[in-house]
């Protein structure tokens, strides 16, 4: 009965995790147990000083139910976001809060073999700076780009190249869990808990960075694949261009439609002599601020950069496209770091829906920019802590915190 309880718990403060505040007969129903149970798990929260009421919800006629959340430091999670070249890191609360400074470490991944034991490195700092005790850590969230096996926490592109476990190395050296996922799945969870995706049974989430990453949503769930590997869209061939993509292939929409790509075209017009408001030194410090110059000089209305972004937006919509007709979803979402530009890309990206999809099939398929912008891929890393099912109590005393 005991080991019962605790499940319920586990499962109480999960989904109050993901929903912000839930009343008695939601709780109820999403745990899938009785009320007068889930009214003695609550009391037994707050006791503990887990959860806290917030008042009552909005009046439908009858009696207000009373609305409970947990409590922002009850526990905290380490949210880690990584691309080819940059890590960003901090410590979120459970109302997803940055408690820790925001960390940016420009930590380049391919060819360093030192790349796994810096990050641990630098892992272990921020917590360290800041106070926080490690037994009030949930977990460590990493998103990162690459072939992952989330289970085996291997990564086949990056840090160990799928001969190293990232997951055990992390929690032997820091003594905290820690789960892996690609940068795109992350995002997508992301979107799937508190973004445009919410809700929704089917998404496709285009993570506009330096490849054009995929994450999906099937049936109201993050789908991964048969081994994890699913939503590779920056490397569908479109294209007969010649040029060598990161993967090794030729073709590939990475190599007509990336941030990195955007960047080197606005050097390249520079050089002959485009009429632009960007300078050429905006765009050789590195590629995050070269990318941010092109993406605010767009929202300035010069006509070179939206010109770029538009050619970037309406090769994702040719790929898209083709998603759509194999998977007919709802909603695309436009994330990550390039989702900055807003609506700049979404007309061009529906023009090429308009030109290579079949309209019956697209005509329901809204196009949505992120909220969450570039803060998606450490929402969802933190989120991946919290998603694990937890093997662990959930605190020392009362539910011992362990969420794997």
Known sequence: MREKNLLYKEKIIKELYFSTALSCS??????????????????????????????YAPSTGGRRPQMYSLRPDRMY??????????????????????????????????????????????????????????????????????????RKGLNYSFLGNGETSITQYITEKLGLPAYIENDSSVIALAELKFGMARHKKSAMIVNLGWG?????????????????????????????????????????????????????KAKEGIRNRRVTLLQEKQLTDNLD??????????????????????????????????LIHLLNPETIVLSGRGSIAGKIWQIPLQQALNEHCIPRLSASTTIEVSELGLDA?????????????????????????AFS
């Open 26 to 55: 939601d709780l109820s129903t999403l745990i899938k147990t009785s009320l007068p149970l889930t009214t003695k798990m609550l009391n037994e929260l707050i006791r503990d000083n887990d959860i806290t009421e917030t008042g």
């Open 77 to 150: 999670t380490v949210a880690v976001a990584m691309d080819q070249l940059f890590t960003r890191i901090v410590i979120m609360d459970m109302h997803r809060r940055p408690v820790s400074v925001p960390e940016k470490i420009e930590l380049h991944l391919t060819k360093n073999p030192r790349a796994l034991e810096t990050l641990a490195e630098i892992l272990d700092a921020h917590i360290q700076q800041s106070g926080i005790n490690k037994e009030k850590i949930a977990g460590i969230g990493i998103g990162m780009p690459g072939f992952i096996d989330s």
């Open 212 to 264: 054009i990453g995929l994450g999906l949503i099937l049936n109201g769930e993050l789908f991964r694949g048969y081994n994890g590997f699913a939503g590779e869209f920056s490397h569908l061939p479109l294209f007969t261009n010649d040029k060598l993509c990161s993967c090794g292939k030729m073709g590939c929409l990475e190599t007509e439609a990336s941030l990195m790509v955007v960047v080197e």
């Open 289 to 322: 601020q070269a990318s941010m110059a092109v993406t605010k000089a767009a929202e300035k209305g010069d006509k070179f950069a939206v010109e770029l972004l538009s050619q970037a937006a309406y090769h994702i919509g040719r790929g898209v496209a083709i």
């Open 377 to 401: 891929e450490l929402i969802g890393a933190a989120a991946l802590v919290m998603d694990h099912s937890i093997k662990g109590s959930i605190k020392k005393e009362t539910i011992k915190t």
